[in-house]
């Protein structure tokens, strides 16, 4: 009997856990957009009208999928880069400069290395990239457990003088002999990724992203490394009780978060420019903090909520050239979608307005009643 | 002079409080009595007005009151000292007594006045405290006069103490009891929330016991009752008062610690500590809090270096990191559950492999073997009453009894050599206390060794077979049972001397 009464809340919690996370993730995107549409309306168009045209824009036609998925895939990389090390409670803001430094070495690597099949130049050249932004990552690792520098700030600041460093090879020692602009040389064909689409830059760096974010879901929950990331990422206390060794972990994680981020930034080099170009990163990294927010530092959800953002940038790509909405206008929604999975009760509460109120006038009505029937008596 | 009456509240799906009666009369201590989540505290945080009940209302003098917040329950003279003290460390004692209640001058507080105010409350109650000395100077003991002081100053007519001898030695308990009683000659009613017995009997007027939200006996007198009539209501069954008799012969020495001495931040921990554990022994380490239990767990678990002084196993050197010294068989119960030994967010069959998941059982080529892992996690949950849904249920999920039997089955389930135990019961319920308590005493009976930190020092005297006492990180005593009483050994933890003068009292108890 008592055992029977102390088992029901649990039950509830169990079932409720996963679906409150759904539910949150929804609900933020939800009024993220609602939110933009007063924006949009504010500024004189009629949001109706615009969500349309992005939606027909990103959704309706071959073309409209093939470029909305084409934009889901740096996001989907930067994502995978926040989340990863977020489960370790690591708050890598450096992805956009391991993107940049991830490009970097893509552009080199595929340029100066000549002679190779597609199959391996296009293997070396990932990993080049991937090793040069774990490297990044590293570094901000090493100075946190080395002098215990915060990676907020050591991973933002890094950000400032890894994307000037990348200009300053860009427009001097590497920059193209041809080209007005500041970016280096096209990398060689056998550099490239291979497309999927015709006459698109929807490469096969999209189905890479998906690879990776299953690796690190089976990374992160098959294996013994996973379970001590696990641990490190809920108690440091209980890991380090526990005999794990928190700083191995912590390297670990955010080698592998640079990693990530600088294949991201090899995709848009090998896929998109054939090239370095400066300030080619239409804010990928900052970015993908929010689809990994949306995605609740999920692996396999960061690849649904990438997807969702890059139909978003899509649309706002093929509005601006109709309206003079910017495209920039998808950071609002960004922006607010990672305040409401940040304050996940803020969304709940909202919804639960309407009930409450009508909670407070039923209290307030029987009061009445009830002061009605004492004085009757 | 104060009811409640028919109070019920409901947290989400358990049922704190049901249909709660209760009646405090003018001038009298009220013991309220129950198990640690019988609802006392809740009951209680009502009539402060920290928690609004669902149902039922409060009478003062007669008149129903409402009570919305705690400042309501002040400006009706309702005051409560918390089991974890409401402080500013930072803050002198005047500061802390006088805070939100400030004798003004203009829109100045009159500091002058306040202070003669706090030293007349001083020496009229002999609390023996320097008005301006900082709280976080002060023992803990000192920090519950500060609280009373506190209460004094608003002139409570009501005084709530939660568990107030739960931190105090036993000479401090005596003077907060002489306190309290004279605290009751000046017309103050006290409700004093507690669950051990033996006070229940030395301080209170009445007792009304409380178990699972429900009131079980209402205004008993002391005087028609006895303790294990008492301890029957509380629990609900019978409690078989454990000594553990049967004891195997002591062994060989198996875990010894030789000259470590330990400093933080340059103050020193632990001072040139030296003791063995043999094999079929319970050792107990007795002392207030802070006085270097932190860091000698720490040191005996591997989370800390010593700075001088080595551990040996079994006449072997151990030493390395925290995983070092549980791949030797050194398992380790944590001071602090919730931070150290579990992972709240993970599932029961997570945490039952934390520290052990590099194991054969557990992984195989840096997998997981899932299947291995909830088999095992079954098992245990069955040999060790787990009450849980499932082994997939987070560990938050659970009571503090439960969880706690958590780690002691991570524990036994990897045949540990020695069990660094650091307050195994604290804050776990009678049943899961009476059945950890078996669990370390059945491994000592297996010919293995315990070390046993605790707070409690009735704990302590019933389950070690040896006790010392540290003091300022000092060996200060080392005790067989019943060669020195508990007052004699509360007097060794203050730092104080044992006399002839005590030795007879000894021989009176």
């Not at chain 2, 997998?367 to 095992?376: D, L």
């Not at chain 2, 659970?398 to 650091?422: T, Y």
């Amino acid at each position: 009997m008592i055992q029977e009464h102390a088992m029901k809340p649990r039950n509830l919690l169990k079932a409720n856990s996963s679906l409150i996370t759904i539910r949150t993730s929804l609900l933020s995107l939800l009024f993220a957009i609602v939110i933009g549409g007063a924006i949009i309306a504010a500024a004189g168009y009629s949001p109706l009208e615009t969500y349309a045209a992005m939606f027909k824009g990103s959704l309706s036609s071959r073309k409209g999928i093939v470029l909305s998925l084409t934009q889901a895939t740096p996001l989907i990389f930067t994502g995978l880069s926040f989340a990863i090390a977020y489960r370790v409670k690591l708050v890598n803001l450096g992805a956009e400069g391991q993107l940049y430094l991830g490009a970097m070495a893509a552009a080199v690597v595929g340029y100066y290395v000549q002679g190779l099949n597609q199959f391996s130049h296009v293997s070396i050249t990932l990993l080049a990239s991937a090793t040069v932004g774990g490297l990044a990552g590293l570094f901000i690792g090493y100075l946190r457990i080395r002098f215990g520098a915060q990676e907020v700030i050591t991973s933002i600041m890094l950000n400032e003088i890894i994307i000037l460093f990348t200009s300053f090879l860009a427009a001097g020692p590497l920059k193209g002999q041809n080209s007005v602009t500041v970016q280096t040389e096209r990398i060689a064909s056998t550099a490239m990724l291979p497309v999927l689409a015709k006459q698109s830059q929807l490469t096969i760096a999209f189905i890479l992203a998906i690879v990776i974010a299953l690796l690190l879901a089976v990374l992160l929950n098959k294996t013994v490394v996973g379970y001590e990331m696990r641990v490190t990422g809920f108690s440091r206390r209980a890991a380090e009780t526990g005999g794990i060794k928190v700083w191995k972990i912590y390297l670990l994680t955010i080698f592998i978060s640079g990693a990530v981020a600088g294949l991201g930034g090899a995709s848009q080099v090998m896929g998109v420019n054939r090239r370095f170009v400066e300030g080619f990163s239409a804010s990928y990294g900052f970015s993908g903090i929010s689809v990994a927010a949306l995605a609740v530092y999920n692996p396999i959800a960061v690849v649904f909520s990438g997807i969702i953002f890059g139909i978003l940038r899509a649309g706002a790509m093929t509005v601006s050239r109709t309206t003079s909405i910017p495209v920039e206008f998808v950071s609002v929604i960004q922006s607010l979608v990672v305040v409401f999975m940040a304050a996940p009760k803020l969304g709940l509460d909202v919804i639960a307005l309407p009930k409450k109120l009508y909670g407070w006038i039923q209290q307030i009505r029987t009061r009445q009643t009830m002061r009605g029937g004492q004085a009757h008596e | 002079m104060l009811s409640m009456q028919n109070i019920t509240k409901r947290f989400t799906s358990t049922l704190a409080l049901d249909g709660v009666d209760f009646q405090l009369r003018q001038g009298e201590i009220h013991a309220l009595l129950g198990e640690n989540g019988a609802g006392k505290t809740t009951l209680m945080k009502i009539l402060y007005g920290m928690i609004k009940p669902d149902t039922g209302q409060i009478l003062l003098d007669g008149q129903p009151v409402n009570m919305r917040h705690s400042t309501d329950a002040l400006s009706k003279g309702i005051c409560m000292v918390h089991q974890h003290f409401m402080l500013i460390p930072a803050f002198t004692i005047l500061e802390n007594v006088i805070t939100n209640d400030e004798p003004r001058k203009g829109i100045f507080t009159d500091v002058a006045a306040a202070r003669e105010q706090v030293k007349a409350l001083i020496a009229r109650f002999d609390f023996a405290l320097d008005p301006d000395a900082r709280v976080e100077d002060l023992s803990v003991g000192e920090q519950q006069r500060v609280e009373i002081l506190k209460a004094l100053y608003r002139k409570a007519k009501i005084l709530i103490l939660d568990e107030p001898t739960a931190v105090l030695t036993p000479h401090e308990v005596n003077n907060l009891f002489s306190v309290l009683r004279l605290l009751k000659a000046q017309g103050t009613s006290i409700i004093i929330i507690t669950h051990k017995l033996k006070e229940t009997f030395a301080i209170a007027d009445r007792i009304t016991v409380l178990r699972d939200g429900r009131i079980i006996q209402q205004d008993l007198l002391p005087s028609d009752t006895d303790v294990s009539r008492l301890s029957c209501m509380m629990v609900g069954r019978q409690i078989q008062k454990q000594r553990p008799a049967k004891q195997k012969e002591t062994g060989a020495t198996c875990l010894e610690v030789k000259h470590v001495s330990v400093s933080e931040h340059s103050i020193a921990k632990l001072k040139d500590i030296s003791f063995a554990v043999h094999k079929g022994e319970i050792l107990g380490v007795a002392g207030i809090e802070g006085n270097g239990q932190s860091q000698l767990l720490e040191v005996l678990t591997g989370l800390r270096k010593p700075d001088i002084g080595e551990i040996f196993l079994n006449g072997s050197v151990v030493q390395g990191d925290a995983a070092t010294f549980l791949k030797n068989r050194i398992s380790h119960i944590p001071e602090d559950r919730l931070s150290m030994g579990l992972v709240k967010e993970m599932s029961v069959e997570d945490n039952l492999i934390l520290g052990y998941h590099h194991e054969e059982t557990v992984c195989k080529h840096g997998f997981m073997r899932k299947r291995s892992i909830a088999e095992r996690a079954q098992e245990s949950i069955k040999s060790f009453q787990i009450k849980t849904h499932d082994s997939h249920s987070l560990v938050r999920t659970l009571s503090g009894g439960n969880q706690q039997k958590i780690v002691i089955a991570r524990s036994l389930n990897h045949d540990p050599e020695v069990m660094i135990a650091a307050h195994p019961t604290r804050g776990v319920d009678i049943g899961a206390m009476e059945y950890i308590h078996s669990k370390i005493i059945e491994m000592r009976d297996s010919g293995k060794a315990v070390l046993l930190v605790s707070a409690d020092l009735d704990e302590v005297r019933t389950l070690s077979d040896r006790i010392i006492v540290l003091y300022e990180g000092r060996i200060v005593l080392s005790s067989l049972p019943g060669e020195h009483s508990e007052m004699q050994l509360g007097i060794m933890m203050t730092g104080g001397v044992l006399t002839d003068d005590t030795g007879a009292c000894h021989e009176t108890t």
